[in-house]
């Protein structure tokens, strides 16, 4: 199994986020028993909380966490899902990085690790998704 992590899961851990720190680092753990992917949207999300990219790369490294590059086949996924998104009225806050992510990981990888079930649920209905903090 291969499970694409969301951003807010590692930030979760990095921070840390009291409230959700142990259900995070839990699912994060659970999910390294198949392969942990980000794509590279994730990753510049990540390196803002970095000094270096070496200690991003660092952490990502310990983790066992691989970085893709979106395919172009979830680049326009991404695309038709945040024009459908405006088109039903979808809140301006939702910026293309979001949907890029439930893009790479229906395409790219097994399951999404999110805390924002709600989110990709229903923009991704066929996308498996795992909330450690459910």
């Not at 979001?98 to 395409?107: E, N, P, T």
């Not at 989110?119 to 909330?131: K, M, N």
């Amino acid at each position: 199994m291969i499970t694409a992590i969301d951003t807010n899961v590692l930030l979760d851990i990095l921070v840390p986020n009291e409230e959700f720190y142990d259900a995070s680092a839990g699912g994060l753990e659970e999910s390294a028993a198949g392969s942990l992917v980000i794509c590279d949207i994730v990753y510049a999300e990540l390196c803002v909380h970095f000094a270096s990219r070496h200690e991003c790369d660092a952490f990502l490294e310990s983790n066992e966490i691989r970085v893709q590059a979106l395919t172009r086949e979830a680049h326009f996924l991404a695309s038709r899902a945040c024009r459908k998104y405006r088109e039903q009225g979808g809140k301006r806050t939702r910026i293309l990085p979001d949907f890029s992510i439930g893009a790479h990981a229906l395409k790219q990888a097994t399951r999404l690790l999110s805390r924002d079930r709600g989110f990709y649920r229903q923009l991704f209905p066929s996308l498996e998704l795992y909330d450690p903090a459910a």
